[in-house]
């Protein structure tokens, strides 16, 4: 359903995202995983078409059944697709919802702009539907409200009412649980997965939780530097890790596993800041197994679907 290819993302001469590769099938749940500044959410932007006017895309992105390459089309149909066939619920929705509308008005819009109601009556019954579909309460009142009247959970089952509203055949998520609180998250990884899976939808899902990906994807892709460095099957890559920084992000979360100090796991050194990136491997300044093959020439990946941009990979020579 969509095919990512070659995907390169440029603050004027400084790359941020760089040839990243990947696809997700009709109805496959696919996350996107790594830590803040890798470039998730610049890759997502990219997608959608919602990069900041100084910051650049190249490559290919391309929607099952559009002709045109989506990097760099024209705003006519870049704005056609958006919330019809491509839908997305953000981070934050207080920057995402308009504060000046009421609920109800928000989610109806969604349908009136695409036309997929023929009145603003029947767009209106379709929003008390939808929110009753994210399993809101008294959404008769509810619509009434204002965003900043809700709770973060309400906003966010907002968005992603106004996400559905078409039918999408791609949904992205970006980080969209990350302010809830635990029990709220899993309601909402809930029906973000019913959501998706009623509608044979595409699944796009961006996080930093390991724990998110297990429970919501079939297969992850992690992104380190602006590159994608391992994918393949959840099971598979969160079981048994091949590249160093995946097996990293892994011994990071295991809360029972500790050094001889009572320490936690942590990967060694922090994220460069765009631009810094050592040449060859981007992680080696950082992977305890770096030698002078990954300094001078960058990992071969492998399939984009199941690969690893690893020089020694675990289990490997070690």
């Known amino acids: 359903m969509l095919k990512v290819d070659g995907l390169n993302v440029a603050f004027g001469e400084l790359p941020l995202v760089s040839d990243v590769s990947f696809t997700v099938g009709g109805g496959e749940r696919v996350g996107l995983i790594g830590e803040s500044g890798s470039g998730k959410s610049l890759t997502a932007s990219a997608v959608f078409g919602l990069l900041p006017d100084d910051v650049s895309a190249a490559g290919s992105v391309r929607l099952d059944g559009v002709r045109e390459n989506l990097v760099g089309a024209p705003?006519?149909?870049?704005?056609?697709?958006?919330?019809?066939r491509l839908a997305m619920?953000?981070?934050?929705p207080m920057t995402a919802l308009?504060?000046?509308?009421?609920v109800i008005d928000q989610v109806a819009e969604a349908r009136l702009i695409?036309?997929?109601?023929r009145d603003r009556a029947a767009a209106h019954r379709d929003a008390l539907r939808l929110l009753e579909q994210v399993r809101l309460r008294d959404v008769a009142e509810l619509g009434r409200a204002y965003p900043h009247q809700l709770s973060g959970g309400q906003r966010q089952r907002v968005l992603l009412a106004i996400a559905l509203a078409n039918d999408p055949d791609v949904l992205i998520c970006d980080?969209?649980?990350?302010?809830?609180?635990?029990t709220v998250q899993a309601q909402l990884l809930d029906l973000i997965v019913k959501g998706a899976k009623e509608r044979?939808?595409?699944?796009?899902?961006i996080t930093h939780d390991l724990a998110v990906v297990a429970t919501v994807c079939e297969r992850v892709l992690v992104m380190y530097g602006g590159r994608i460095v391992e994918s393949g099957p959840v099971a598979e890559v969160l079981t048994a890790p091949k590249h160093r920084y995946t097996k990293g992000l892994l011994d990071a979360s295991d809360l029972e596993a500790v050094d001889m100090h009572g320490r936690l796991h942590a990967i060694a050194g922090s994220v460069p800041a765009a631009g810094q990136f050592p040449?060859?491997?981007?992680?080696?300044?950082?992977?305890?197994?770096?030698?002078d093959q990954c300094r001078v020439q960058p990992p071969w990946f492998g399939e984009?679907?199941?690969?690893?941009?690893?020089?020694?990979?675990v289990g490997g020579d070690e």
């Open 279 to 291: 040449s060859g491997c981007v992680f080696r300044n950082r992977c305890p197994r770096a030698d």
């Open 75 to 84: 705003e006519s149909l870049l704005s056609t697709l958006r919330g019809s």
């Open 200 to 205: 044979g939808a595409a699944l796009l899902f």
């Open 175 to 182: 980080e969209p649980t990350t302010a809830l609180d635990v």
């Open 304 to 313: 984009p679907e199941h690969g690893h941009a690893c020089w020694h990979p």
């Open 114 to 117: 695409h036309r997929t109601a």
């Open 89 to 92: 619920v953000f981070q934050e």
């Open 98 to 102: 308009n504060p000046s509308m009421r």
